[in-house]
């Protein structure tokens, strides 16, 4: 049972609210779920707890509100272990803008900067502006902190984020490159610096977060130098349902010869195109896989531009970084398919990347570890673990008169 420090970190999305009461010291996690359908028909809530499961629906007009008080009735009533050792409240936040390279506590001025970004991230912000204020209401006496999927990336240098537009539209209007998935890139870097036995302020490495979204980031003495989303979360590697790079001349050949409105347009090079778009089965790799196997030509080409793609961005960040220490391997296509990895390695062997067969088919299902030959370029798989930086960085926020304050969290 735990009696050190609890953080609740919770990651609220347009109808989603995902929950977790986690261990900031050593990530250890005693309860996870997640409120979905939220202001729709048939609103639900999942949760585990030590790993037991449970489910219910809630109320049809429940929204983030709800599934916050549900937490603390019926999750954490019973639980004083887990509820009085609550120390704060960390939220992912997808977009800081410009304004925030760090996590910092929430206070009314930070809810004012959140809102000026809802331009930037207009699904995402308004969602976390109603998950703080639910919070703050749950738990008054609680600290509660802000964490950036953007603020890693603060660090790029002006060359690496500004468009090649008329410069106004980045000085009047923030039309510049942000980059996203910041807080999976800046734990897979500081667990690189573990591995290698460096300090993390002296570690280069290419951090590659493949999941159903997808950035690969080059870092640069531990900080962000250029990453491969731009001012959305729809520019650079092929992803589940996004395309990734593509010529801007696409979207008026779209609308002046094909008649697409801007929502279609939209539509389909978020949610139709990617690896789904390409396969015209699927967005789910392992499913891909799977049918590739099998001999569906789709599955084939849509992995084969999957990783290609993947591999000609790493040959740029090599171009970019003066060293690289590593190569990482992260999210959930990153730390489970051994297939994209070989595909991916087996492309760069010119730059001195060779696998080890074994090592590489072992390395799934949260085990970390090395993957290449000892004559490679140095290749890791390390399972990305945000919910733990965003415990982290709360209880290491938290004030020191913050009731269960407990100073050793900060060690
Ligand atoms: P994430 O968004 O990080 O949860 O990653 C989701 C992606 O990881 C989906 O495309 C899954 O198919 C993929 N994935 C998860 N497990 C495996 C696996 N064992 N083999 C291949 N891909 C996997």
Not at 77 to 88: I, M, S
Not at 106 to 126: S, T
Not at 220 to 241: A, C, K, Q, W
Not at 389 to 397: G, S
């Amino acid at each position: 049972m735990p009696t050190s420090s609890q953080v609740l970190v919770l990651n609220c999305g347009s109808s989603s609210l995902k929950f977790a009461v986690i261990d900031p010291r050593n990530g250890d996690l005693s309860v996870s779920g997640i409120g979905e359908a939220l202001g729709e028909e048939e609103p639900q809530i999942k949760w585990s707890i030590h790993g037991q499961k449970f489910a219910t629906s809630l109320p049809g007009d429940a929204r983030h509100t709800e599934v916050i008080r549900f937490l603390v009735e019926q999750i954490l009533n019973d639980k004083p272990e887990l509820r009085d050792h609550l120390v704060a409240i960390g939220h992912r936040v997808v977009h800081g803008g410009e304004k925030f390279s760090h996590s910092v506590l929430i206070n009314d001025a930070v809810i004012n900067a959140i809102q000026e970004c809802v331009a930037l991230a207009p699904l995402h912000n308004p969602a976390h502006l109603q998950g703080i204020q639910a919070a703050r209401e749950a738990f008054p006496e609680l600290p509660q902190v802000a964490v950036f999927d953007t603020a890693f990336h603060q660090s790029m240098p002006r060359h690496a984020f500004v468009y090649a537009l008329p410069f106004a539209l980045y000085r009047d209007h923030g039309i510049r490159r942000y980059g996203m998935h910041g807080t999976s890139h800046r734990f897979v870097t500081e667990r690189a610096a573990e591995l290698l036995n460096l300090p993390v302020n002296e570690v280069n490495i290419i951090s590659a977060h493949l999941g159903n979204g997808a950035s690969i980031t080059a870092i640069h003495n531990g900080r962000s130098i250029d990453t491969s989303m731009g001012l959305t979360p729809l520019e650079g590697l092929v992803m589940g349902t996004r395309c990734g790079d593509v010529d801007p001349g696409l979207l008026m050949h779209l609308s002046s010869r094909l008649d697409y409105c801007m929502k279609e347009i939209s539509d389909m090079l978020n949610k139709k195109s990617g690896l789904l778009g390409i396969s015209e089965l699927s967005n789910d790799c392992r499913a891909l896989e799977q049918a590739a196997s099998e001999g569906h030509d789709g599955a084939q080409l849509a992995m084969d531009i999957f990783c290609y793609r993947l591999a000609k961005y790493i040959g740029a960040y090599h171009a970019v970084l003066p060293q690289v220490d590593a190569l990482v391997f992260t999210g959930g296509i990153g730390e489970n398919s051994s297939l994209v990895r070989e595909k991916v390695l087996g492309q760069l062997r010119g730059l001195g990347y060779e696998l080890d067969l074994g090592k590489n088919a072992r390395a799934r299902f949260g085990e970390e570890g090395p993957i290449a030959s000892d004559r490679s370029c140095v290749t890791l798989v390390i399972p990305t673990n945000e919910e733990w930086v965003i415990a982290r960085d709360a209880a290491e926020l938290v004030p020191p008169d913050t009731p269960n304050h407990d100073p050793s969290v900060r060690e």
